[in-house]
Structures are given as structure tokens and as C-alpha cells.
């Protein structure tokens, strides 16, 4: 059953790394009846993801991209995976997380990726199926295979948009996002 199930994992991952597994589809996507994703067909769910990166390009944050959201009533196209309302298109708030998201998944320039989260066995918790599993950084990806996929940028924005979010971080190495008021002169000094 081991040697069974090894296998099995093998042959996975080399479908992966073919770039011919594809699970859920992100807001903007759907999957095609041949298994792999395309753009969303409806046009103004495609306005709304481009918009995010357009105005991600203007204002530089997640939270900028938020707030604007957020003060023009700007919803989410969101497709559910599951429940009664599965692949119908459904309008929903903007949340941190969605917006945060969207902006890192290499998706949305064209890169088929497999296998960002991954199970560390040393984090595993008995009787907690979800337990151990952890983003990882690009590089430790079992597959990341660029222009395989409909892209909504160019790989070279989603770089430089993972560039400005690394940076927008505050810690010992970069300054943090802009932010507006009365400390602003202070806080860039």
C-alpha cells in the first residue's frame, strides 16, 4: 500500500509539473470544460480584475486598492466551489484577503503554479486534517511554469507589483506603504 500510494503522489506531481492539474479557479477565471482555466467570460467581472490592477499600479497598497473599493461600492465577482449556488456569479464586499490575493497569485500573469501550500510534517496536529500546511515561497513550488495560462498582466507587472508589496511591508529593511496625515513628513524621514 506504501510503495502504492508513493506511486501515486509521483505521478501526481509529474501531472503537475506538466502544468495539467488545476483545482479551484481564482475571481476571473473559470474552469473550461477541458479542465484548465480561462478568462471569466463575463466582461465586466474581467473590468473588475483589471481595474484592481490598474489601480493597484495608481496607489501603490493593498489598502489603498481596498479603500477605494470599499468608498465606490466596488463589489467582488466571486464564483463559489461548492454549495447550492456552485460556478453562479455572485457580487460580494471586498475583503483584505480577496484584494491580497489577487495581487500575489501568478495567475493573473500567465504562470501556472502547483503546490504554494504545502504540508510540513512537522506542524502536522492529530486529528486536524489542514494542520501543517503552509504557504511556500516560489522557488520550493512543485511546479511554477510561466505563459501557460490567460494572463490579465504581464509577468513583468506582477513582478514589480510583488516588488512594491515586499516593499510596503514595514520591518528593518523597507520603510512600509505611504500613508497619508499629519506624521507623513516624519514617518518617510
Given at each position: 500500500l506504501h510503495?502504492?500510494q508513493?506511486?501515486?503522489?509521483?505521478?501526481?506531481l509529474n501531472?503537475?509539473?506538466r502544468g495539467?492539474?488545476?483545482?479551484?479557479?481564482?475571481?476571473?477565471y473559470?474552469?473550461?470544460p477541458?479542465?484548465e482555466f480561462g478568462?471569466d467570460?463575463?466582461?465586466q467581472?474581467?473590468?473588475?480584475?483589471?481595474?484592481?490592477?490598474?489601480?493597484?499600479?495608481r496607489r501603490?497598497?493593498?489598502?489603498?486598492v481596498?479603500?477605494?473599493?470599499?468608498?465606490?461600492?466596488i463589489?467582488?465577482p466571486?464564483r463559489?466551489?461548492?454549495?447550492?449556488?456552485?460556478?453562479?456569479l455572485?457580487?460580494?464586499?471586498?475583503s483584505?484577503?480577496?484584494v491580497n490575493r489577487?495581487?500575489?497569485h501568478?495567475?493573473y500573469?500567465?504562470?501556472?503554479?502547483?503546490?504554494?501550500?504545502?504540508?510540513?510534517p512537522?506542524?502536522?496536529?492529530?486529528?486536524h486534517p489542514d494542520?501543517?500546511?503552509?504557504?511556500v515561497?516560489?522557488?520550493?513550488?512543485?511546479?511554477?511554469?510561466?505563459n501557460?495560462?490567460?494572463?490579465?498582466i504581464s509577468?513583468?507587472?506582477?513582478r514589480r507589483?510583488?516588488?512594491?508589496?515586499?516593499?510596503n511591508?514595514?520591518g528593518?529593511k523597507?520603510?512600509?506603504?505611504?500613508?497619508?496625515?499629519q506624521?507623513?513628513?516624519?514617518?518617510?524621514l
Amino acid at each position: 500500500l506504501h510503495i502504492l500510494q508513493g506511486r501515486m503522489h509521483q505521478a501526481l506531481l509529474n501531472k503537475a509539473k506538466r502544468g495539467e492539474i488545476y483545482v479551484r479557479a481564482p475571481i476571473g477565471y473559470v474552469k473550461l470544460p477541458t479542465g484548465e482555466f480561462g478568462l471569466d467570460p463575463d466582461e465586466q467581472v474581467q473590468g473588475i480584475v483589471r481595474l484592481i490592477f490598474d489601480e493597484f499600479d495608481r496607489r501603490g497598497s493593498v489598502r489603498s486598492v481596498l479603500q477605494f473599493l470599499q468608498q465606490n461600492d466596488i463589489k467582488l465577482p466571486i464564483r463559489p466551489h461548492a454549495g447550492p449556488n456552485k460556478g453562479q456569479l455572485e457580487w460580494r464586499e471586498a475583503s483584505p484577503s480577496v484584494v491580497n490575493r489577487m495581487l500575489k497569485h501568478e495567475l493573473y500573469a500567465g504562470m501556472y503554479r502547483f503546490g504554494h501550500r504545502q504540508t510540513d510534517p512537522r506542524r502536522k496536529a492529530a486529528g486536524h486534517p489542514d494542520a501543517g500546511r503552509a504557504v511556500v515561497t516560489p522557488d520550493k513550488y512543485h511546479a511554477l511554469i510561466p505563459n501557460h495560462c490567460p494572463a490579465y498582466i504581464s509577468e513583468e507587472r506582477y513582478r514589480r507589483n510583488q516588488q512594491r508589496i515586499k516593499e510596503n511591508r514595514f520591518g528593518e529593511k523597507s520603510k512600509g506603504a505611504p500613508r497619508s496625515g499629519q506624521s507623513l513628513l516624519a514617518g518617510i524621514l
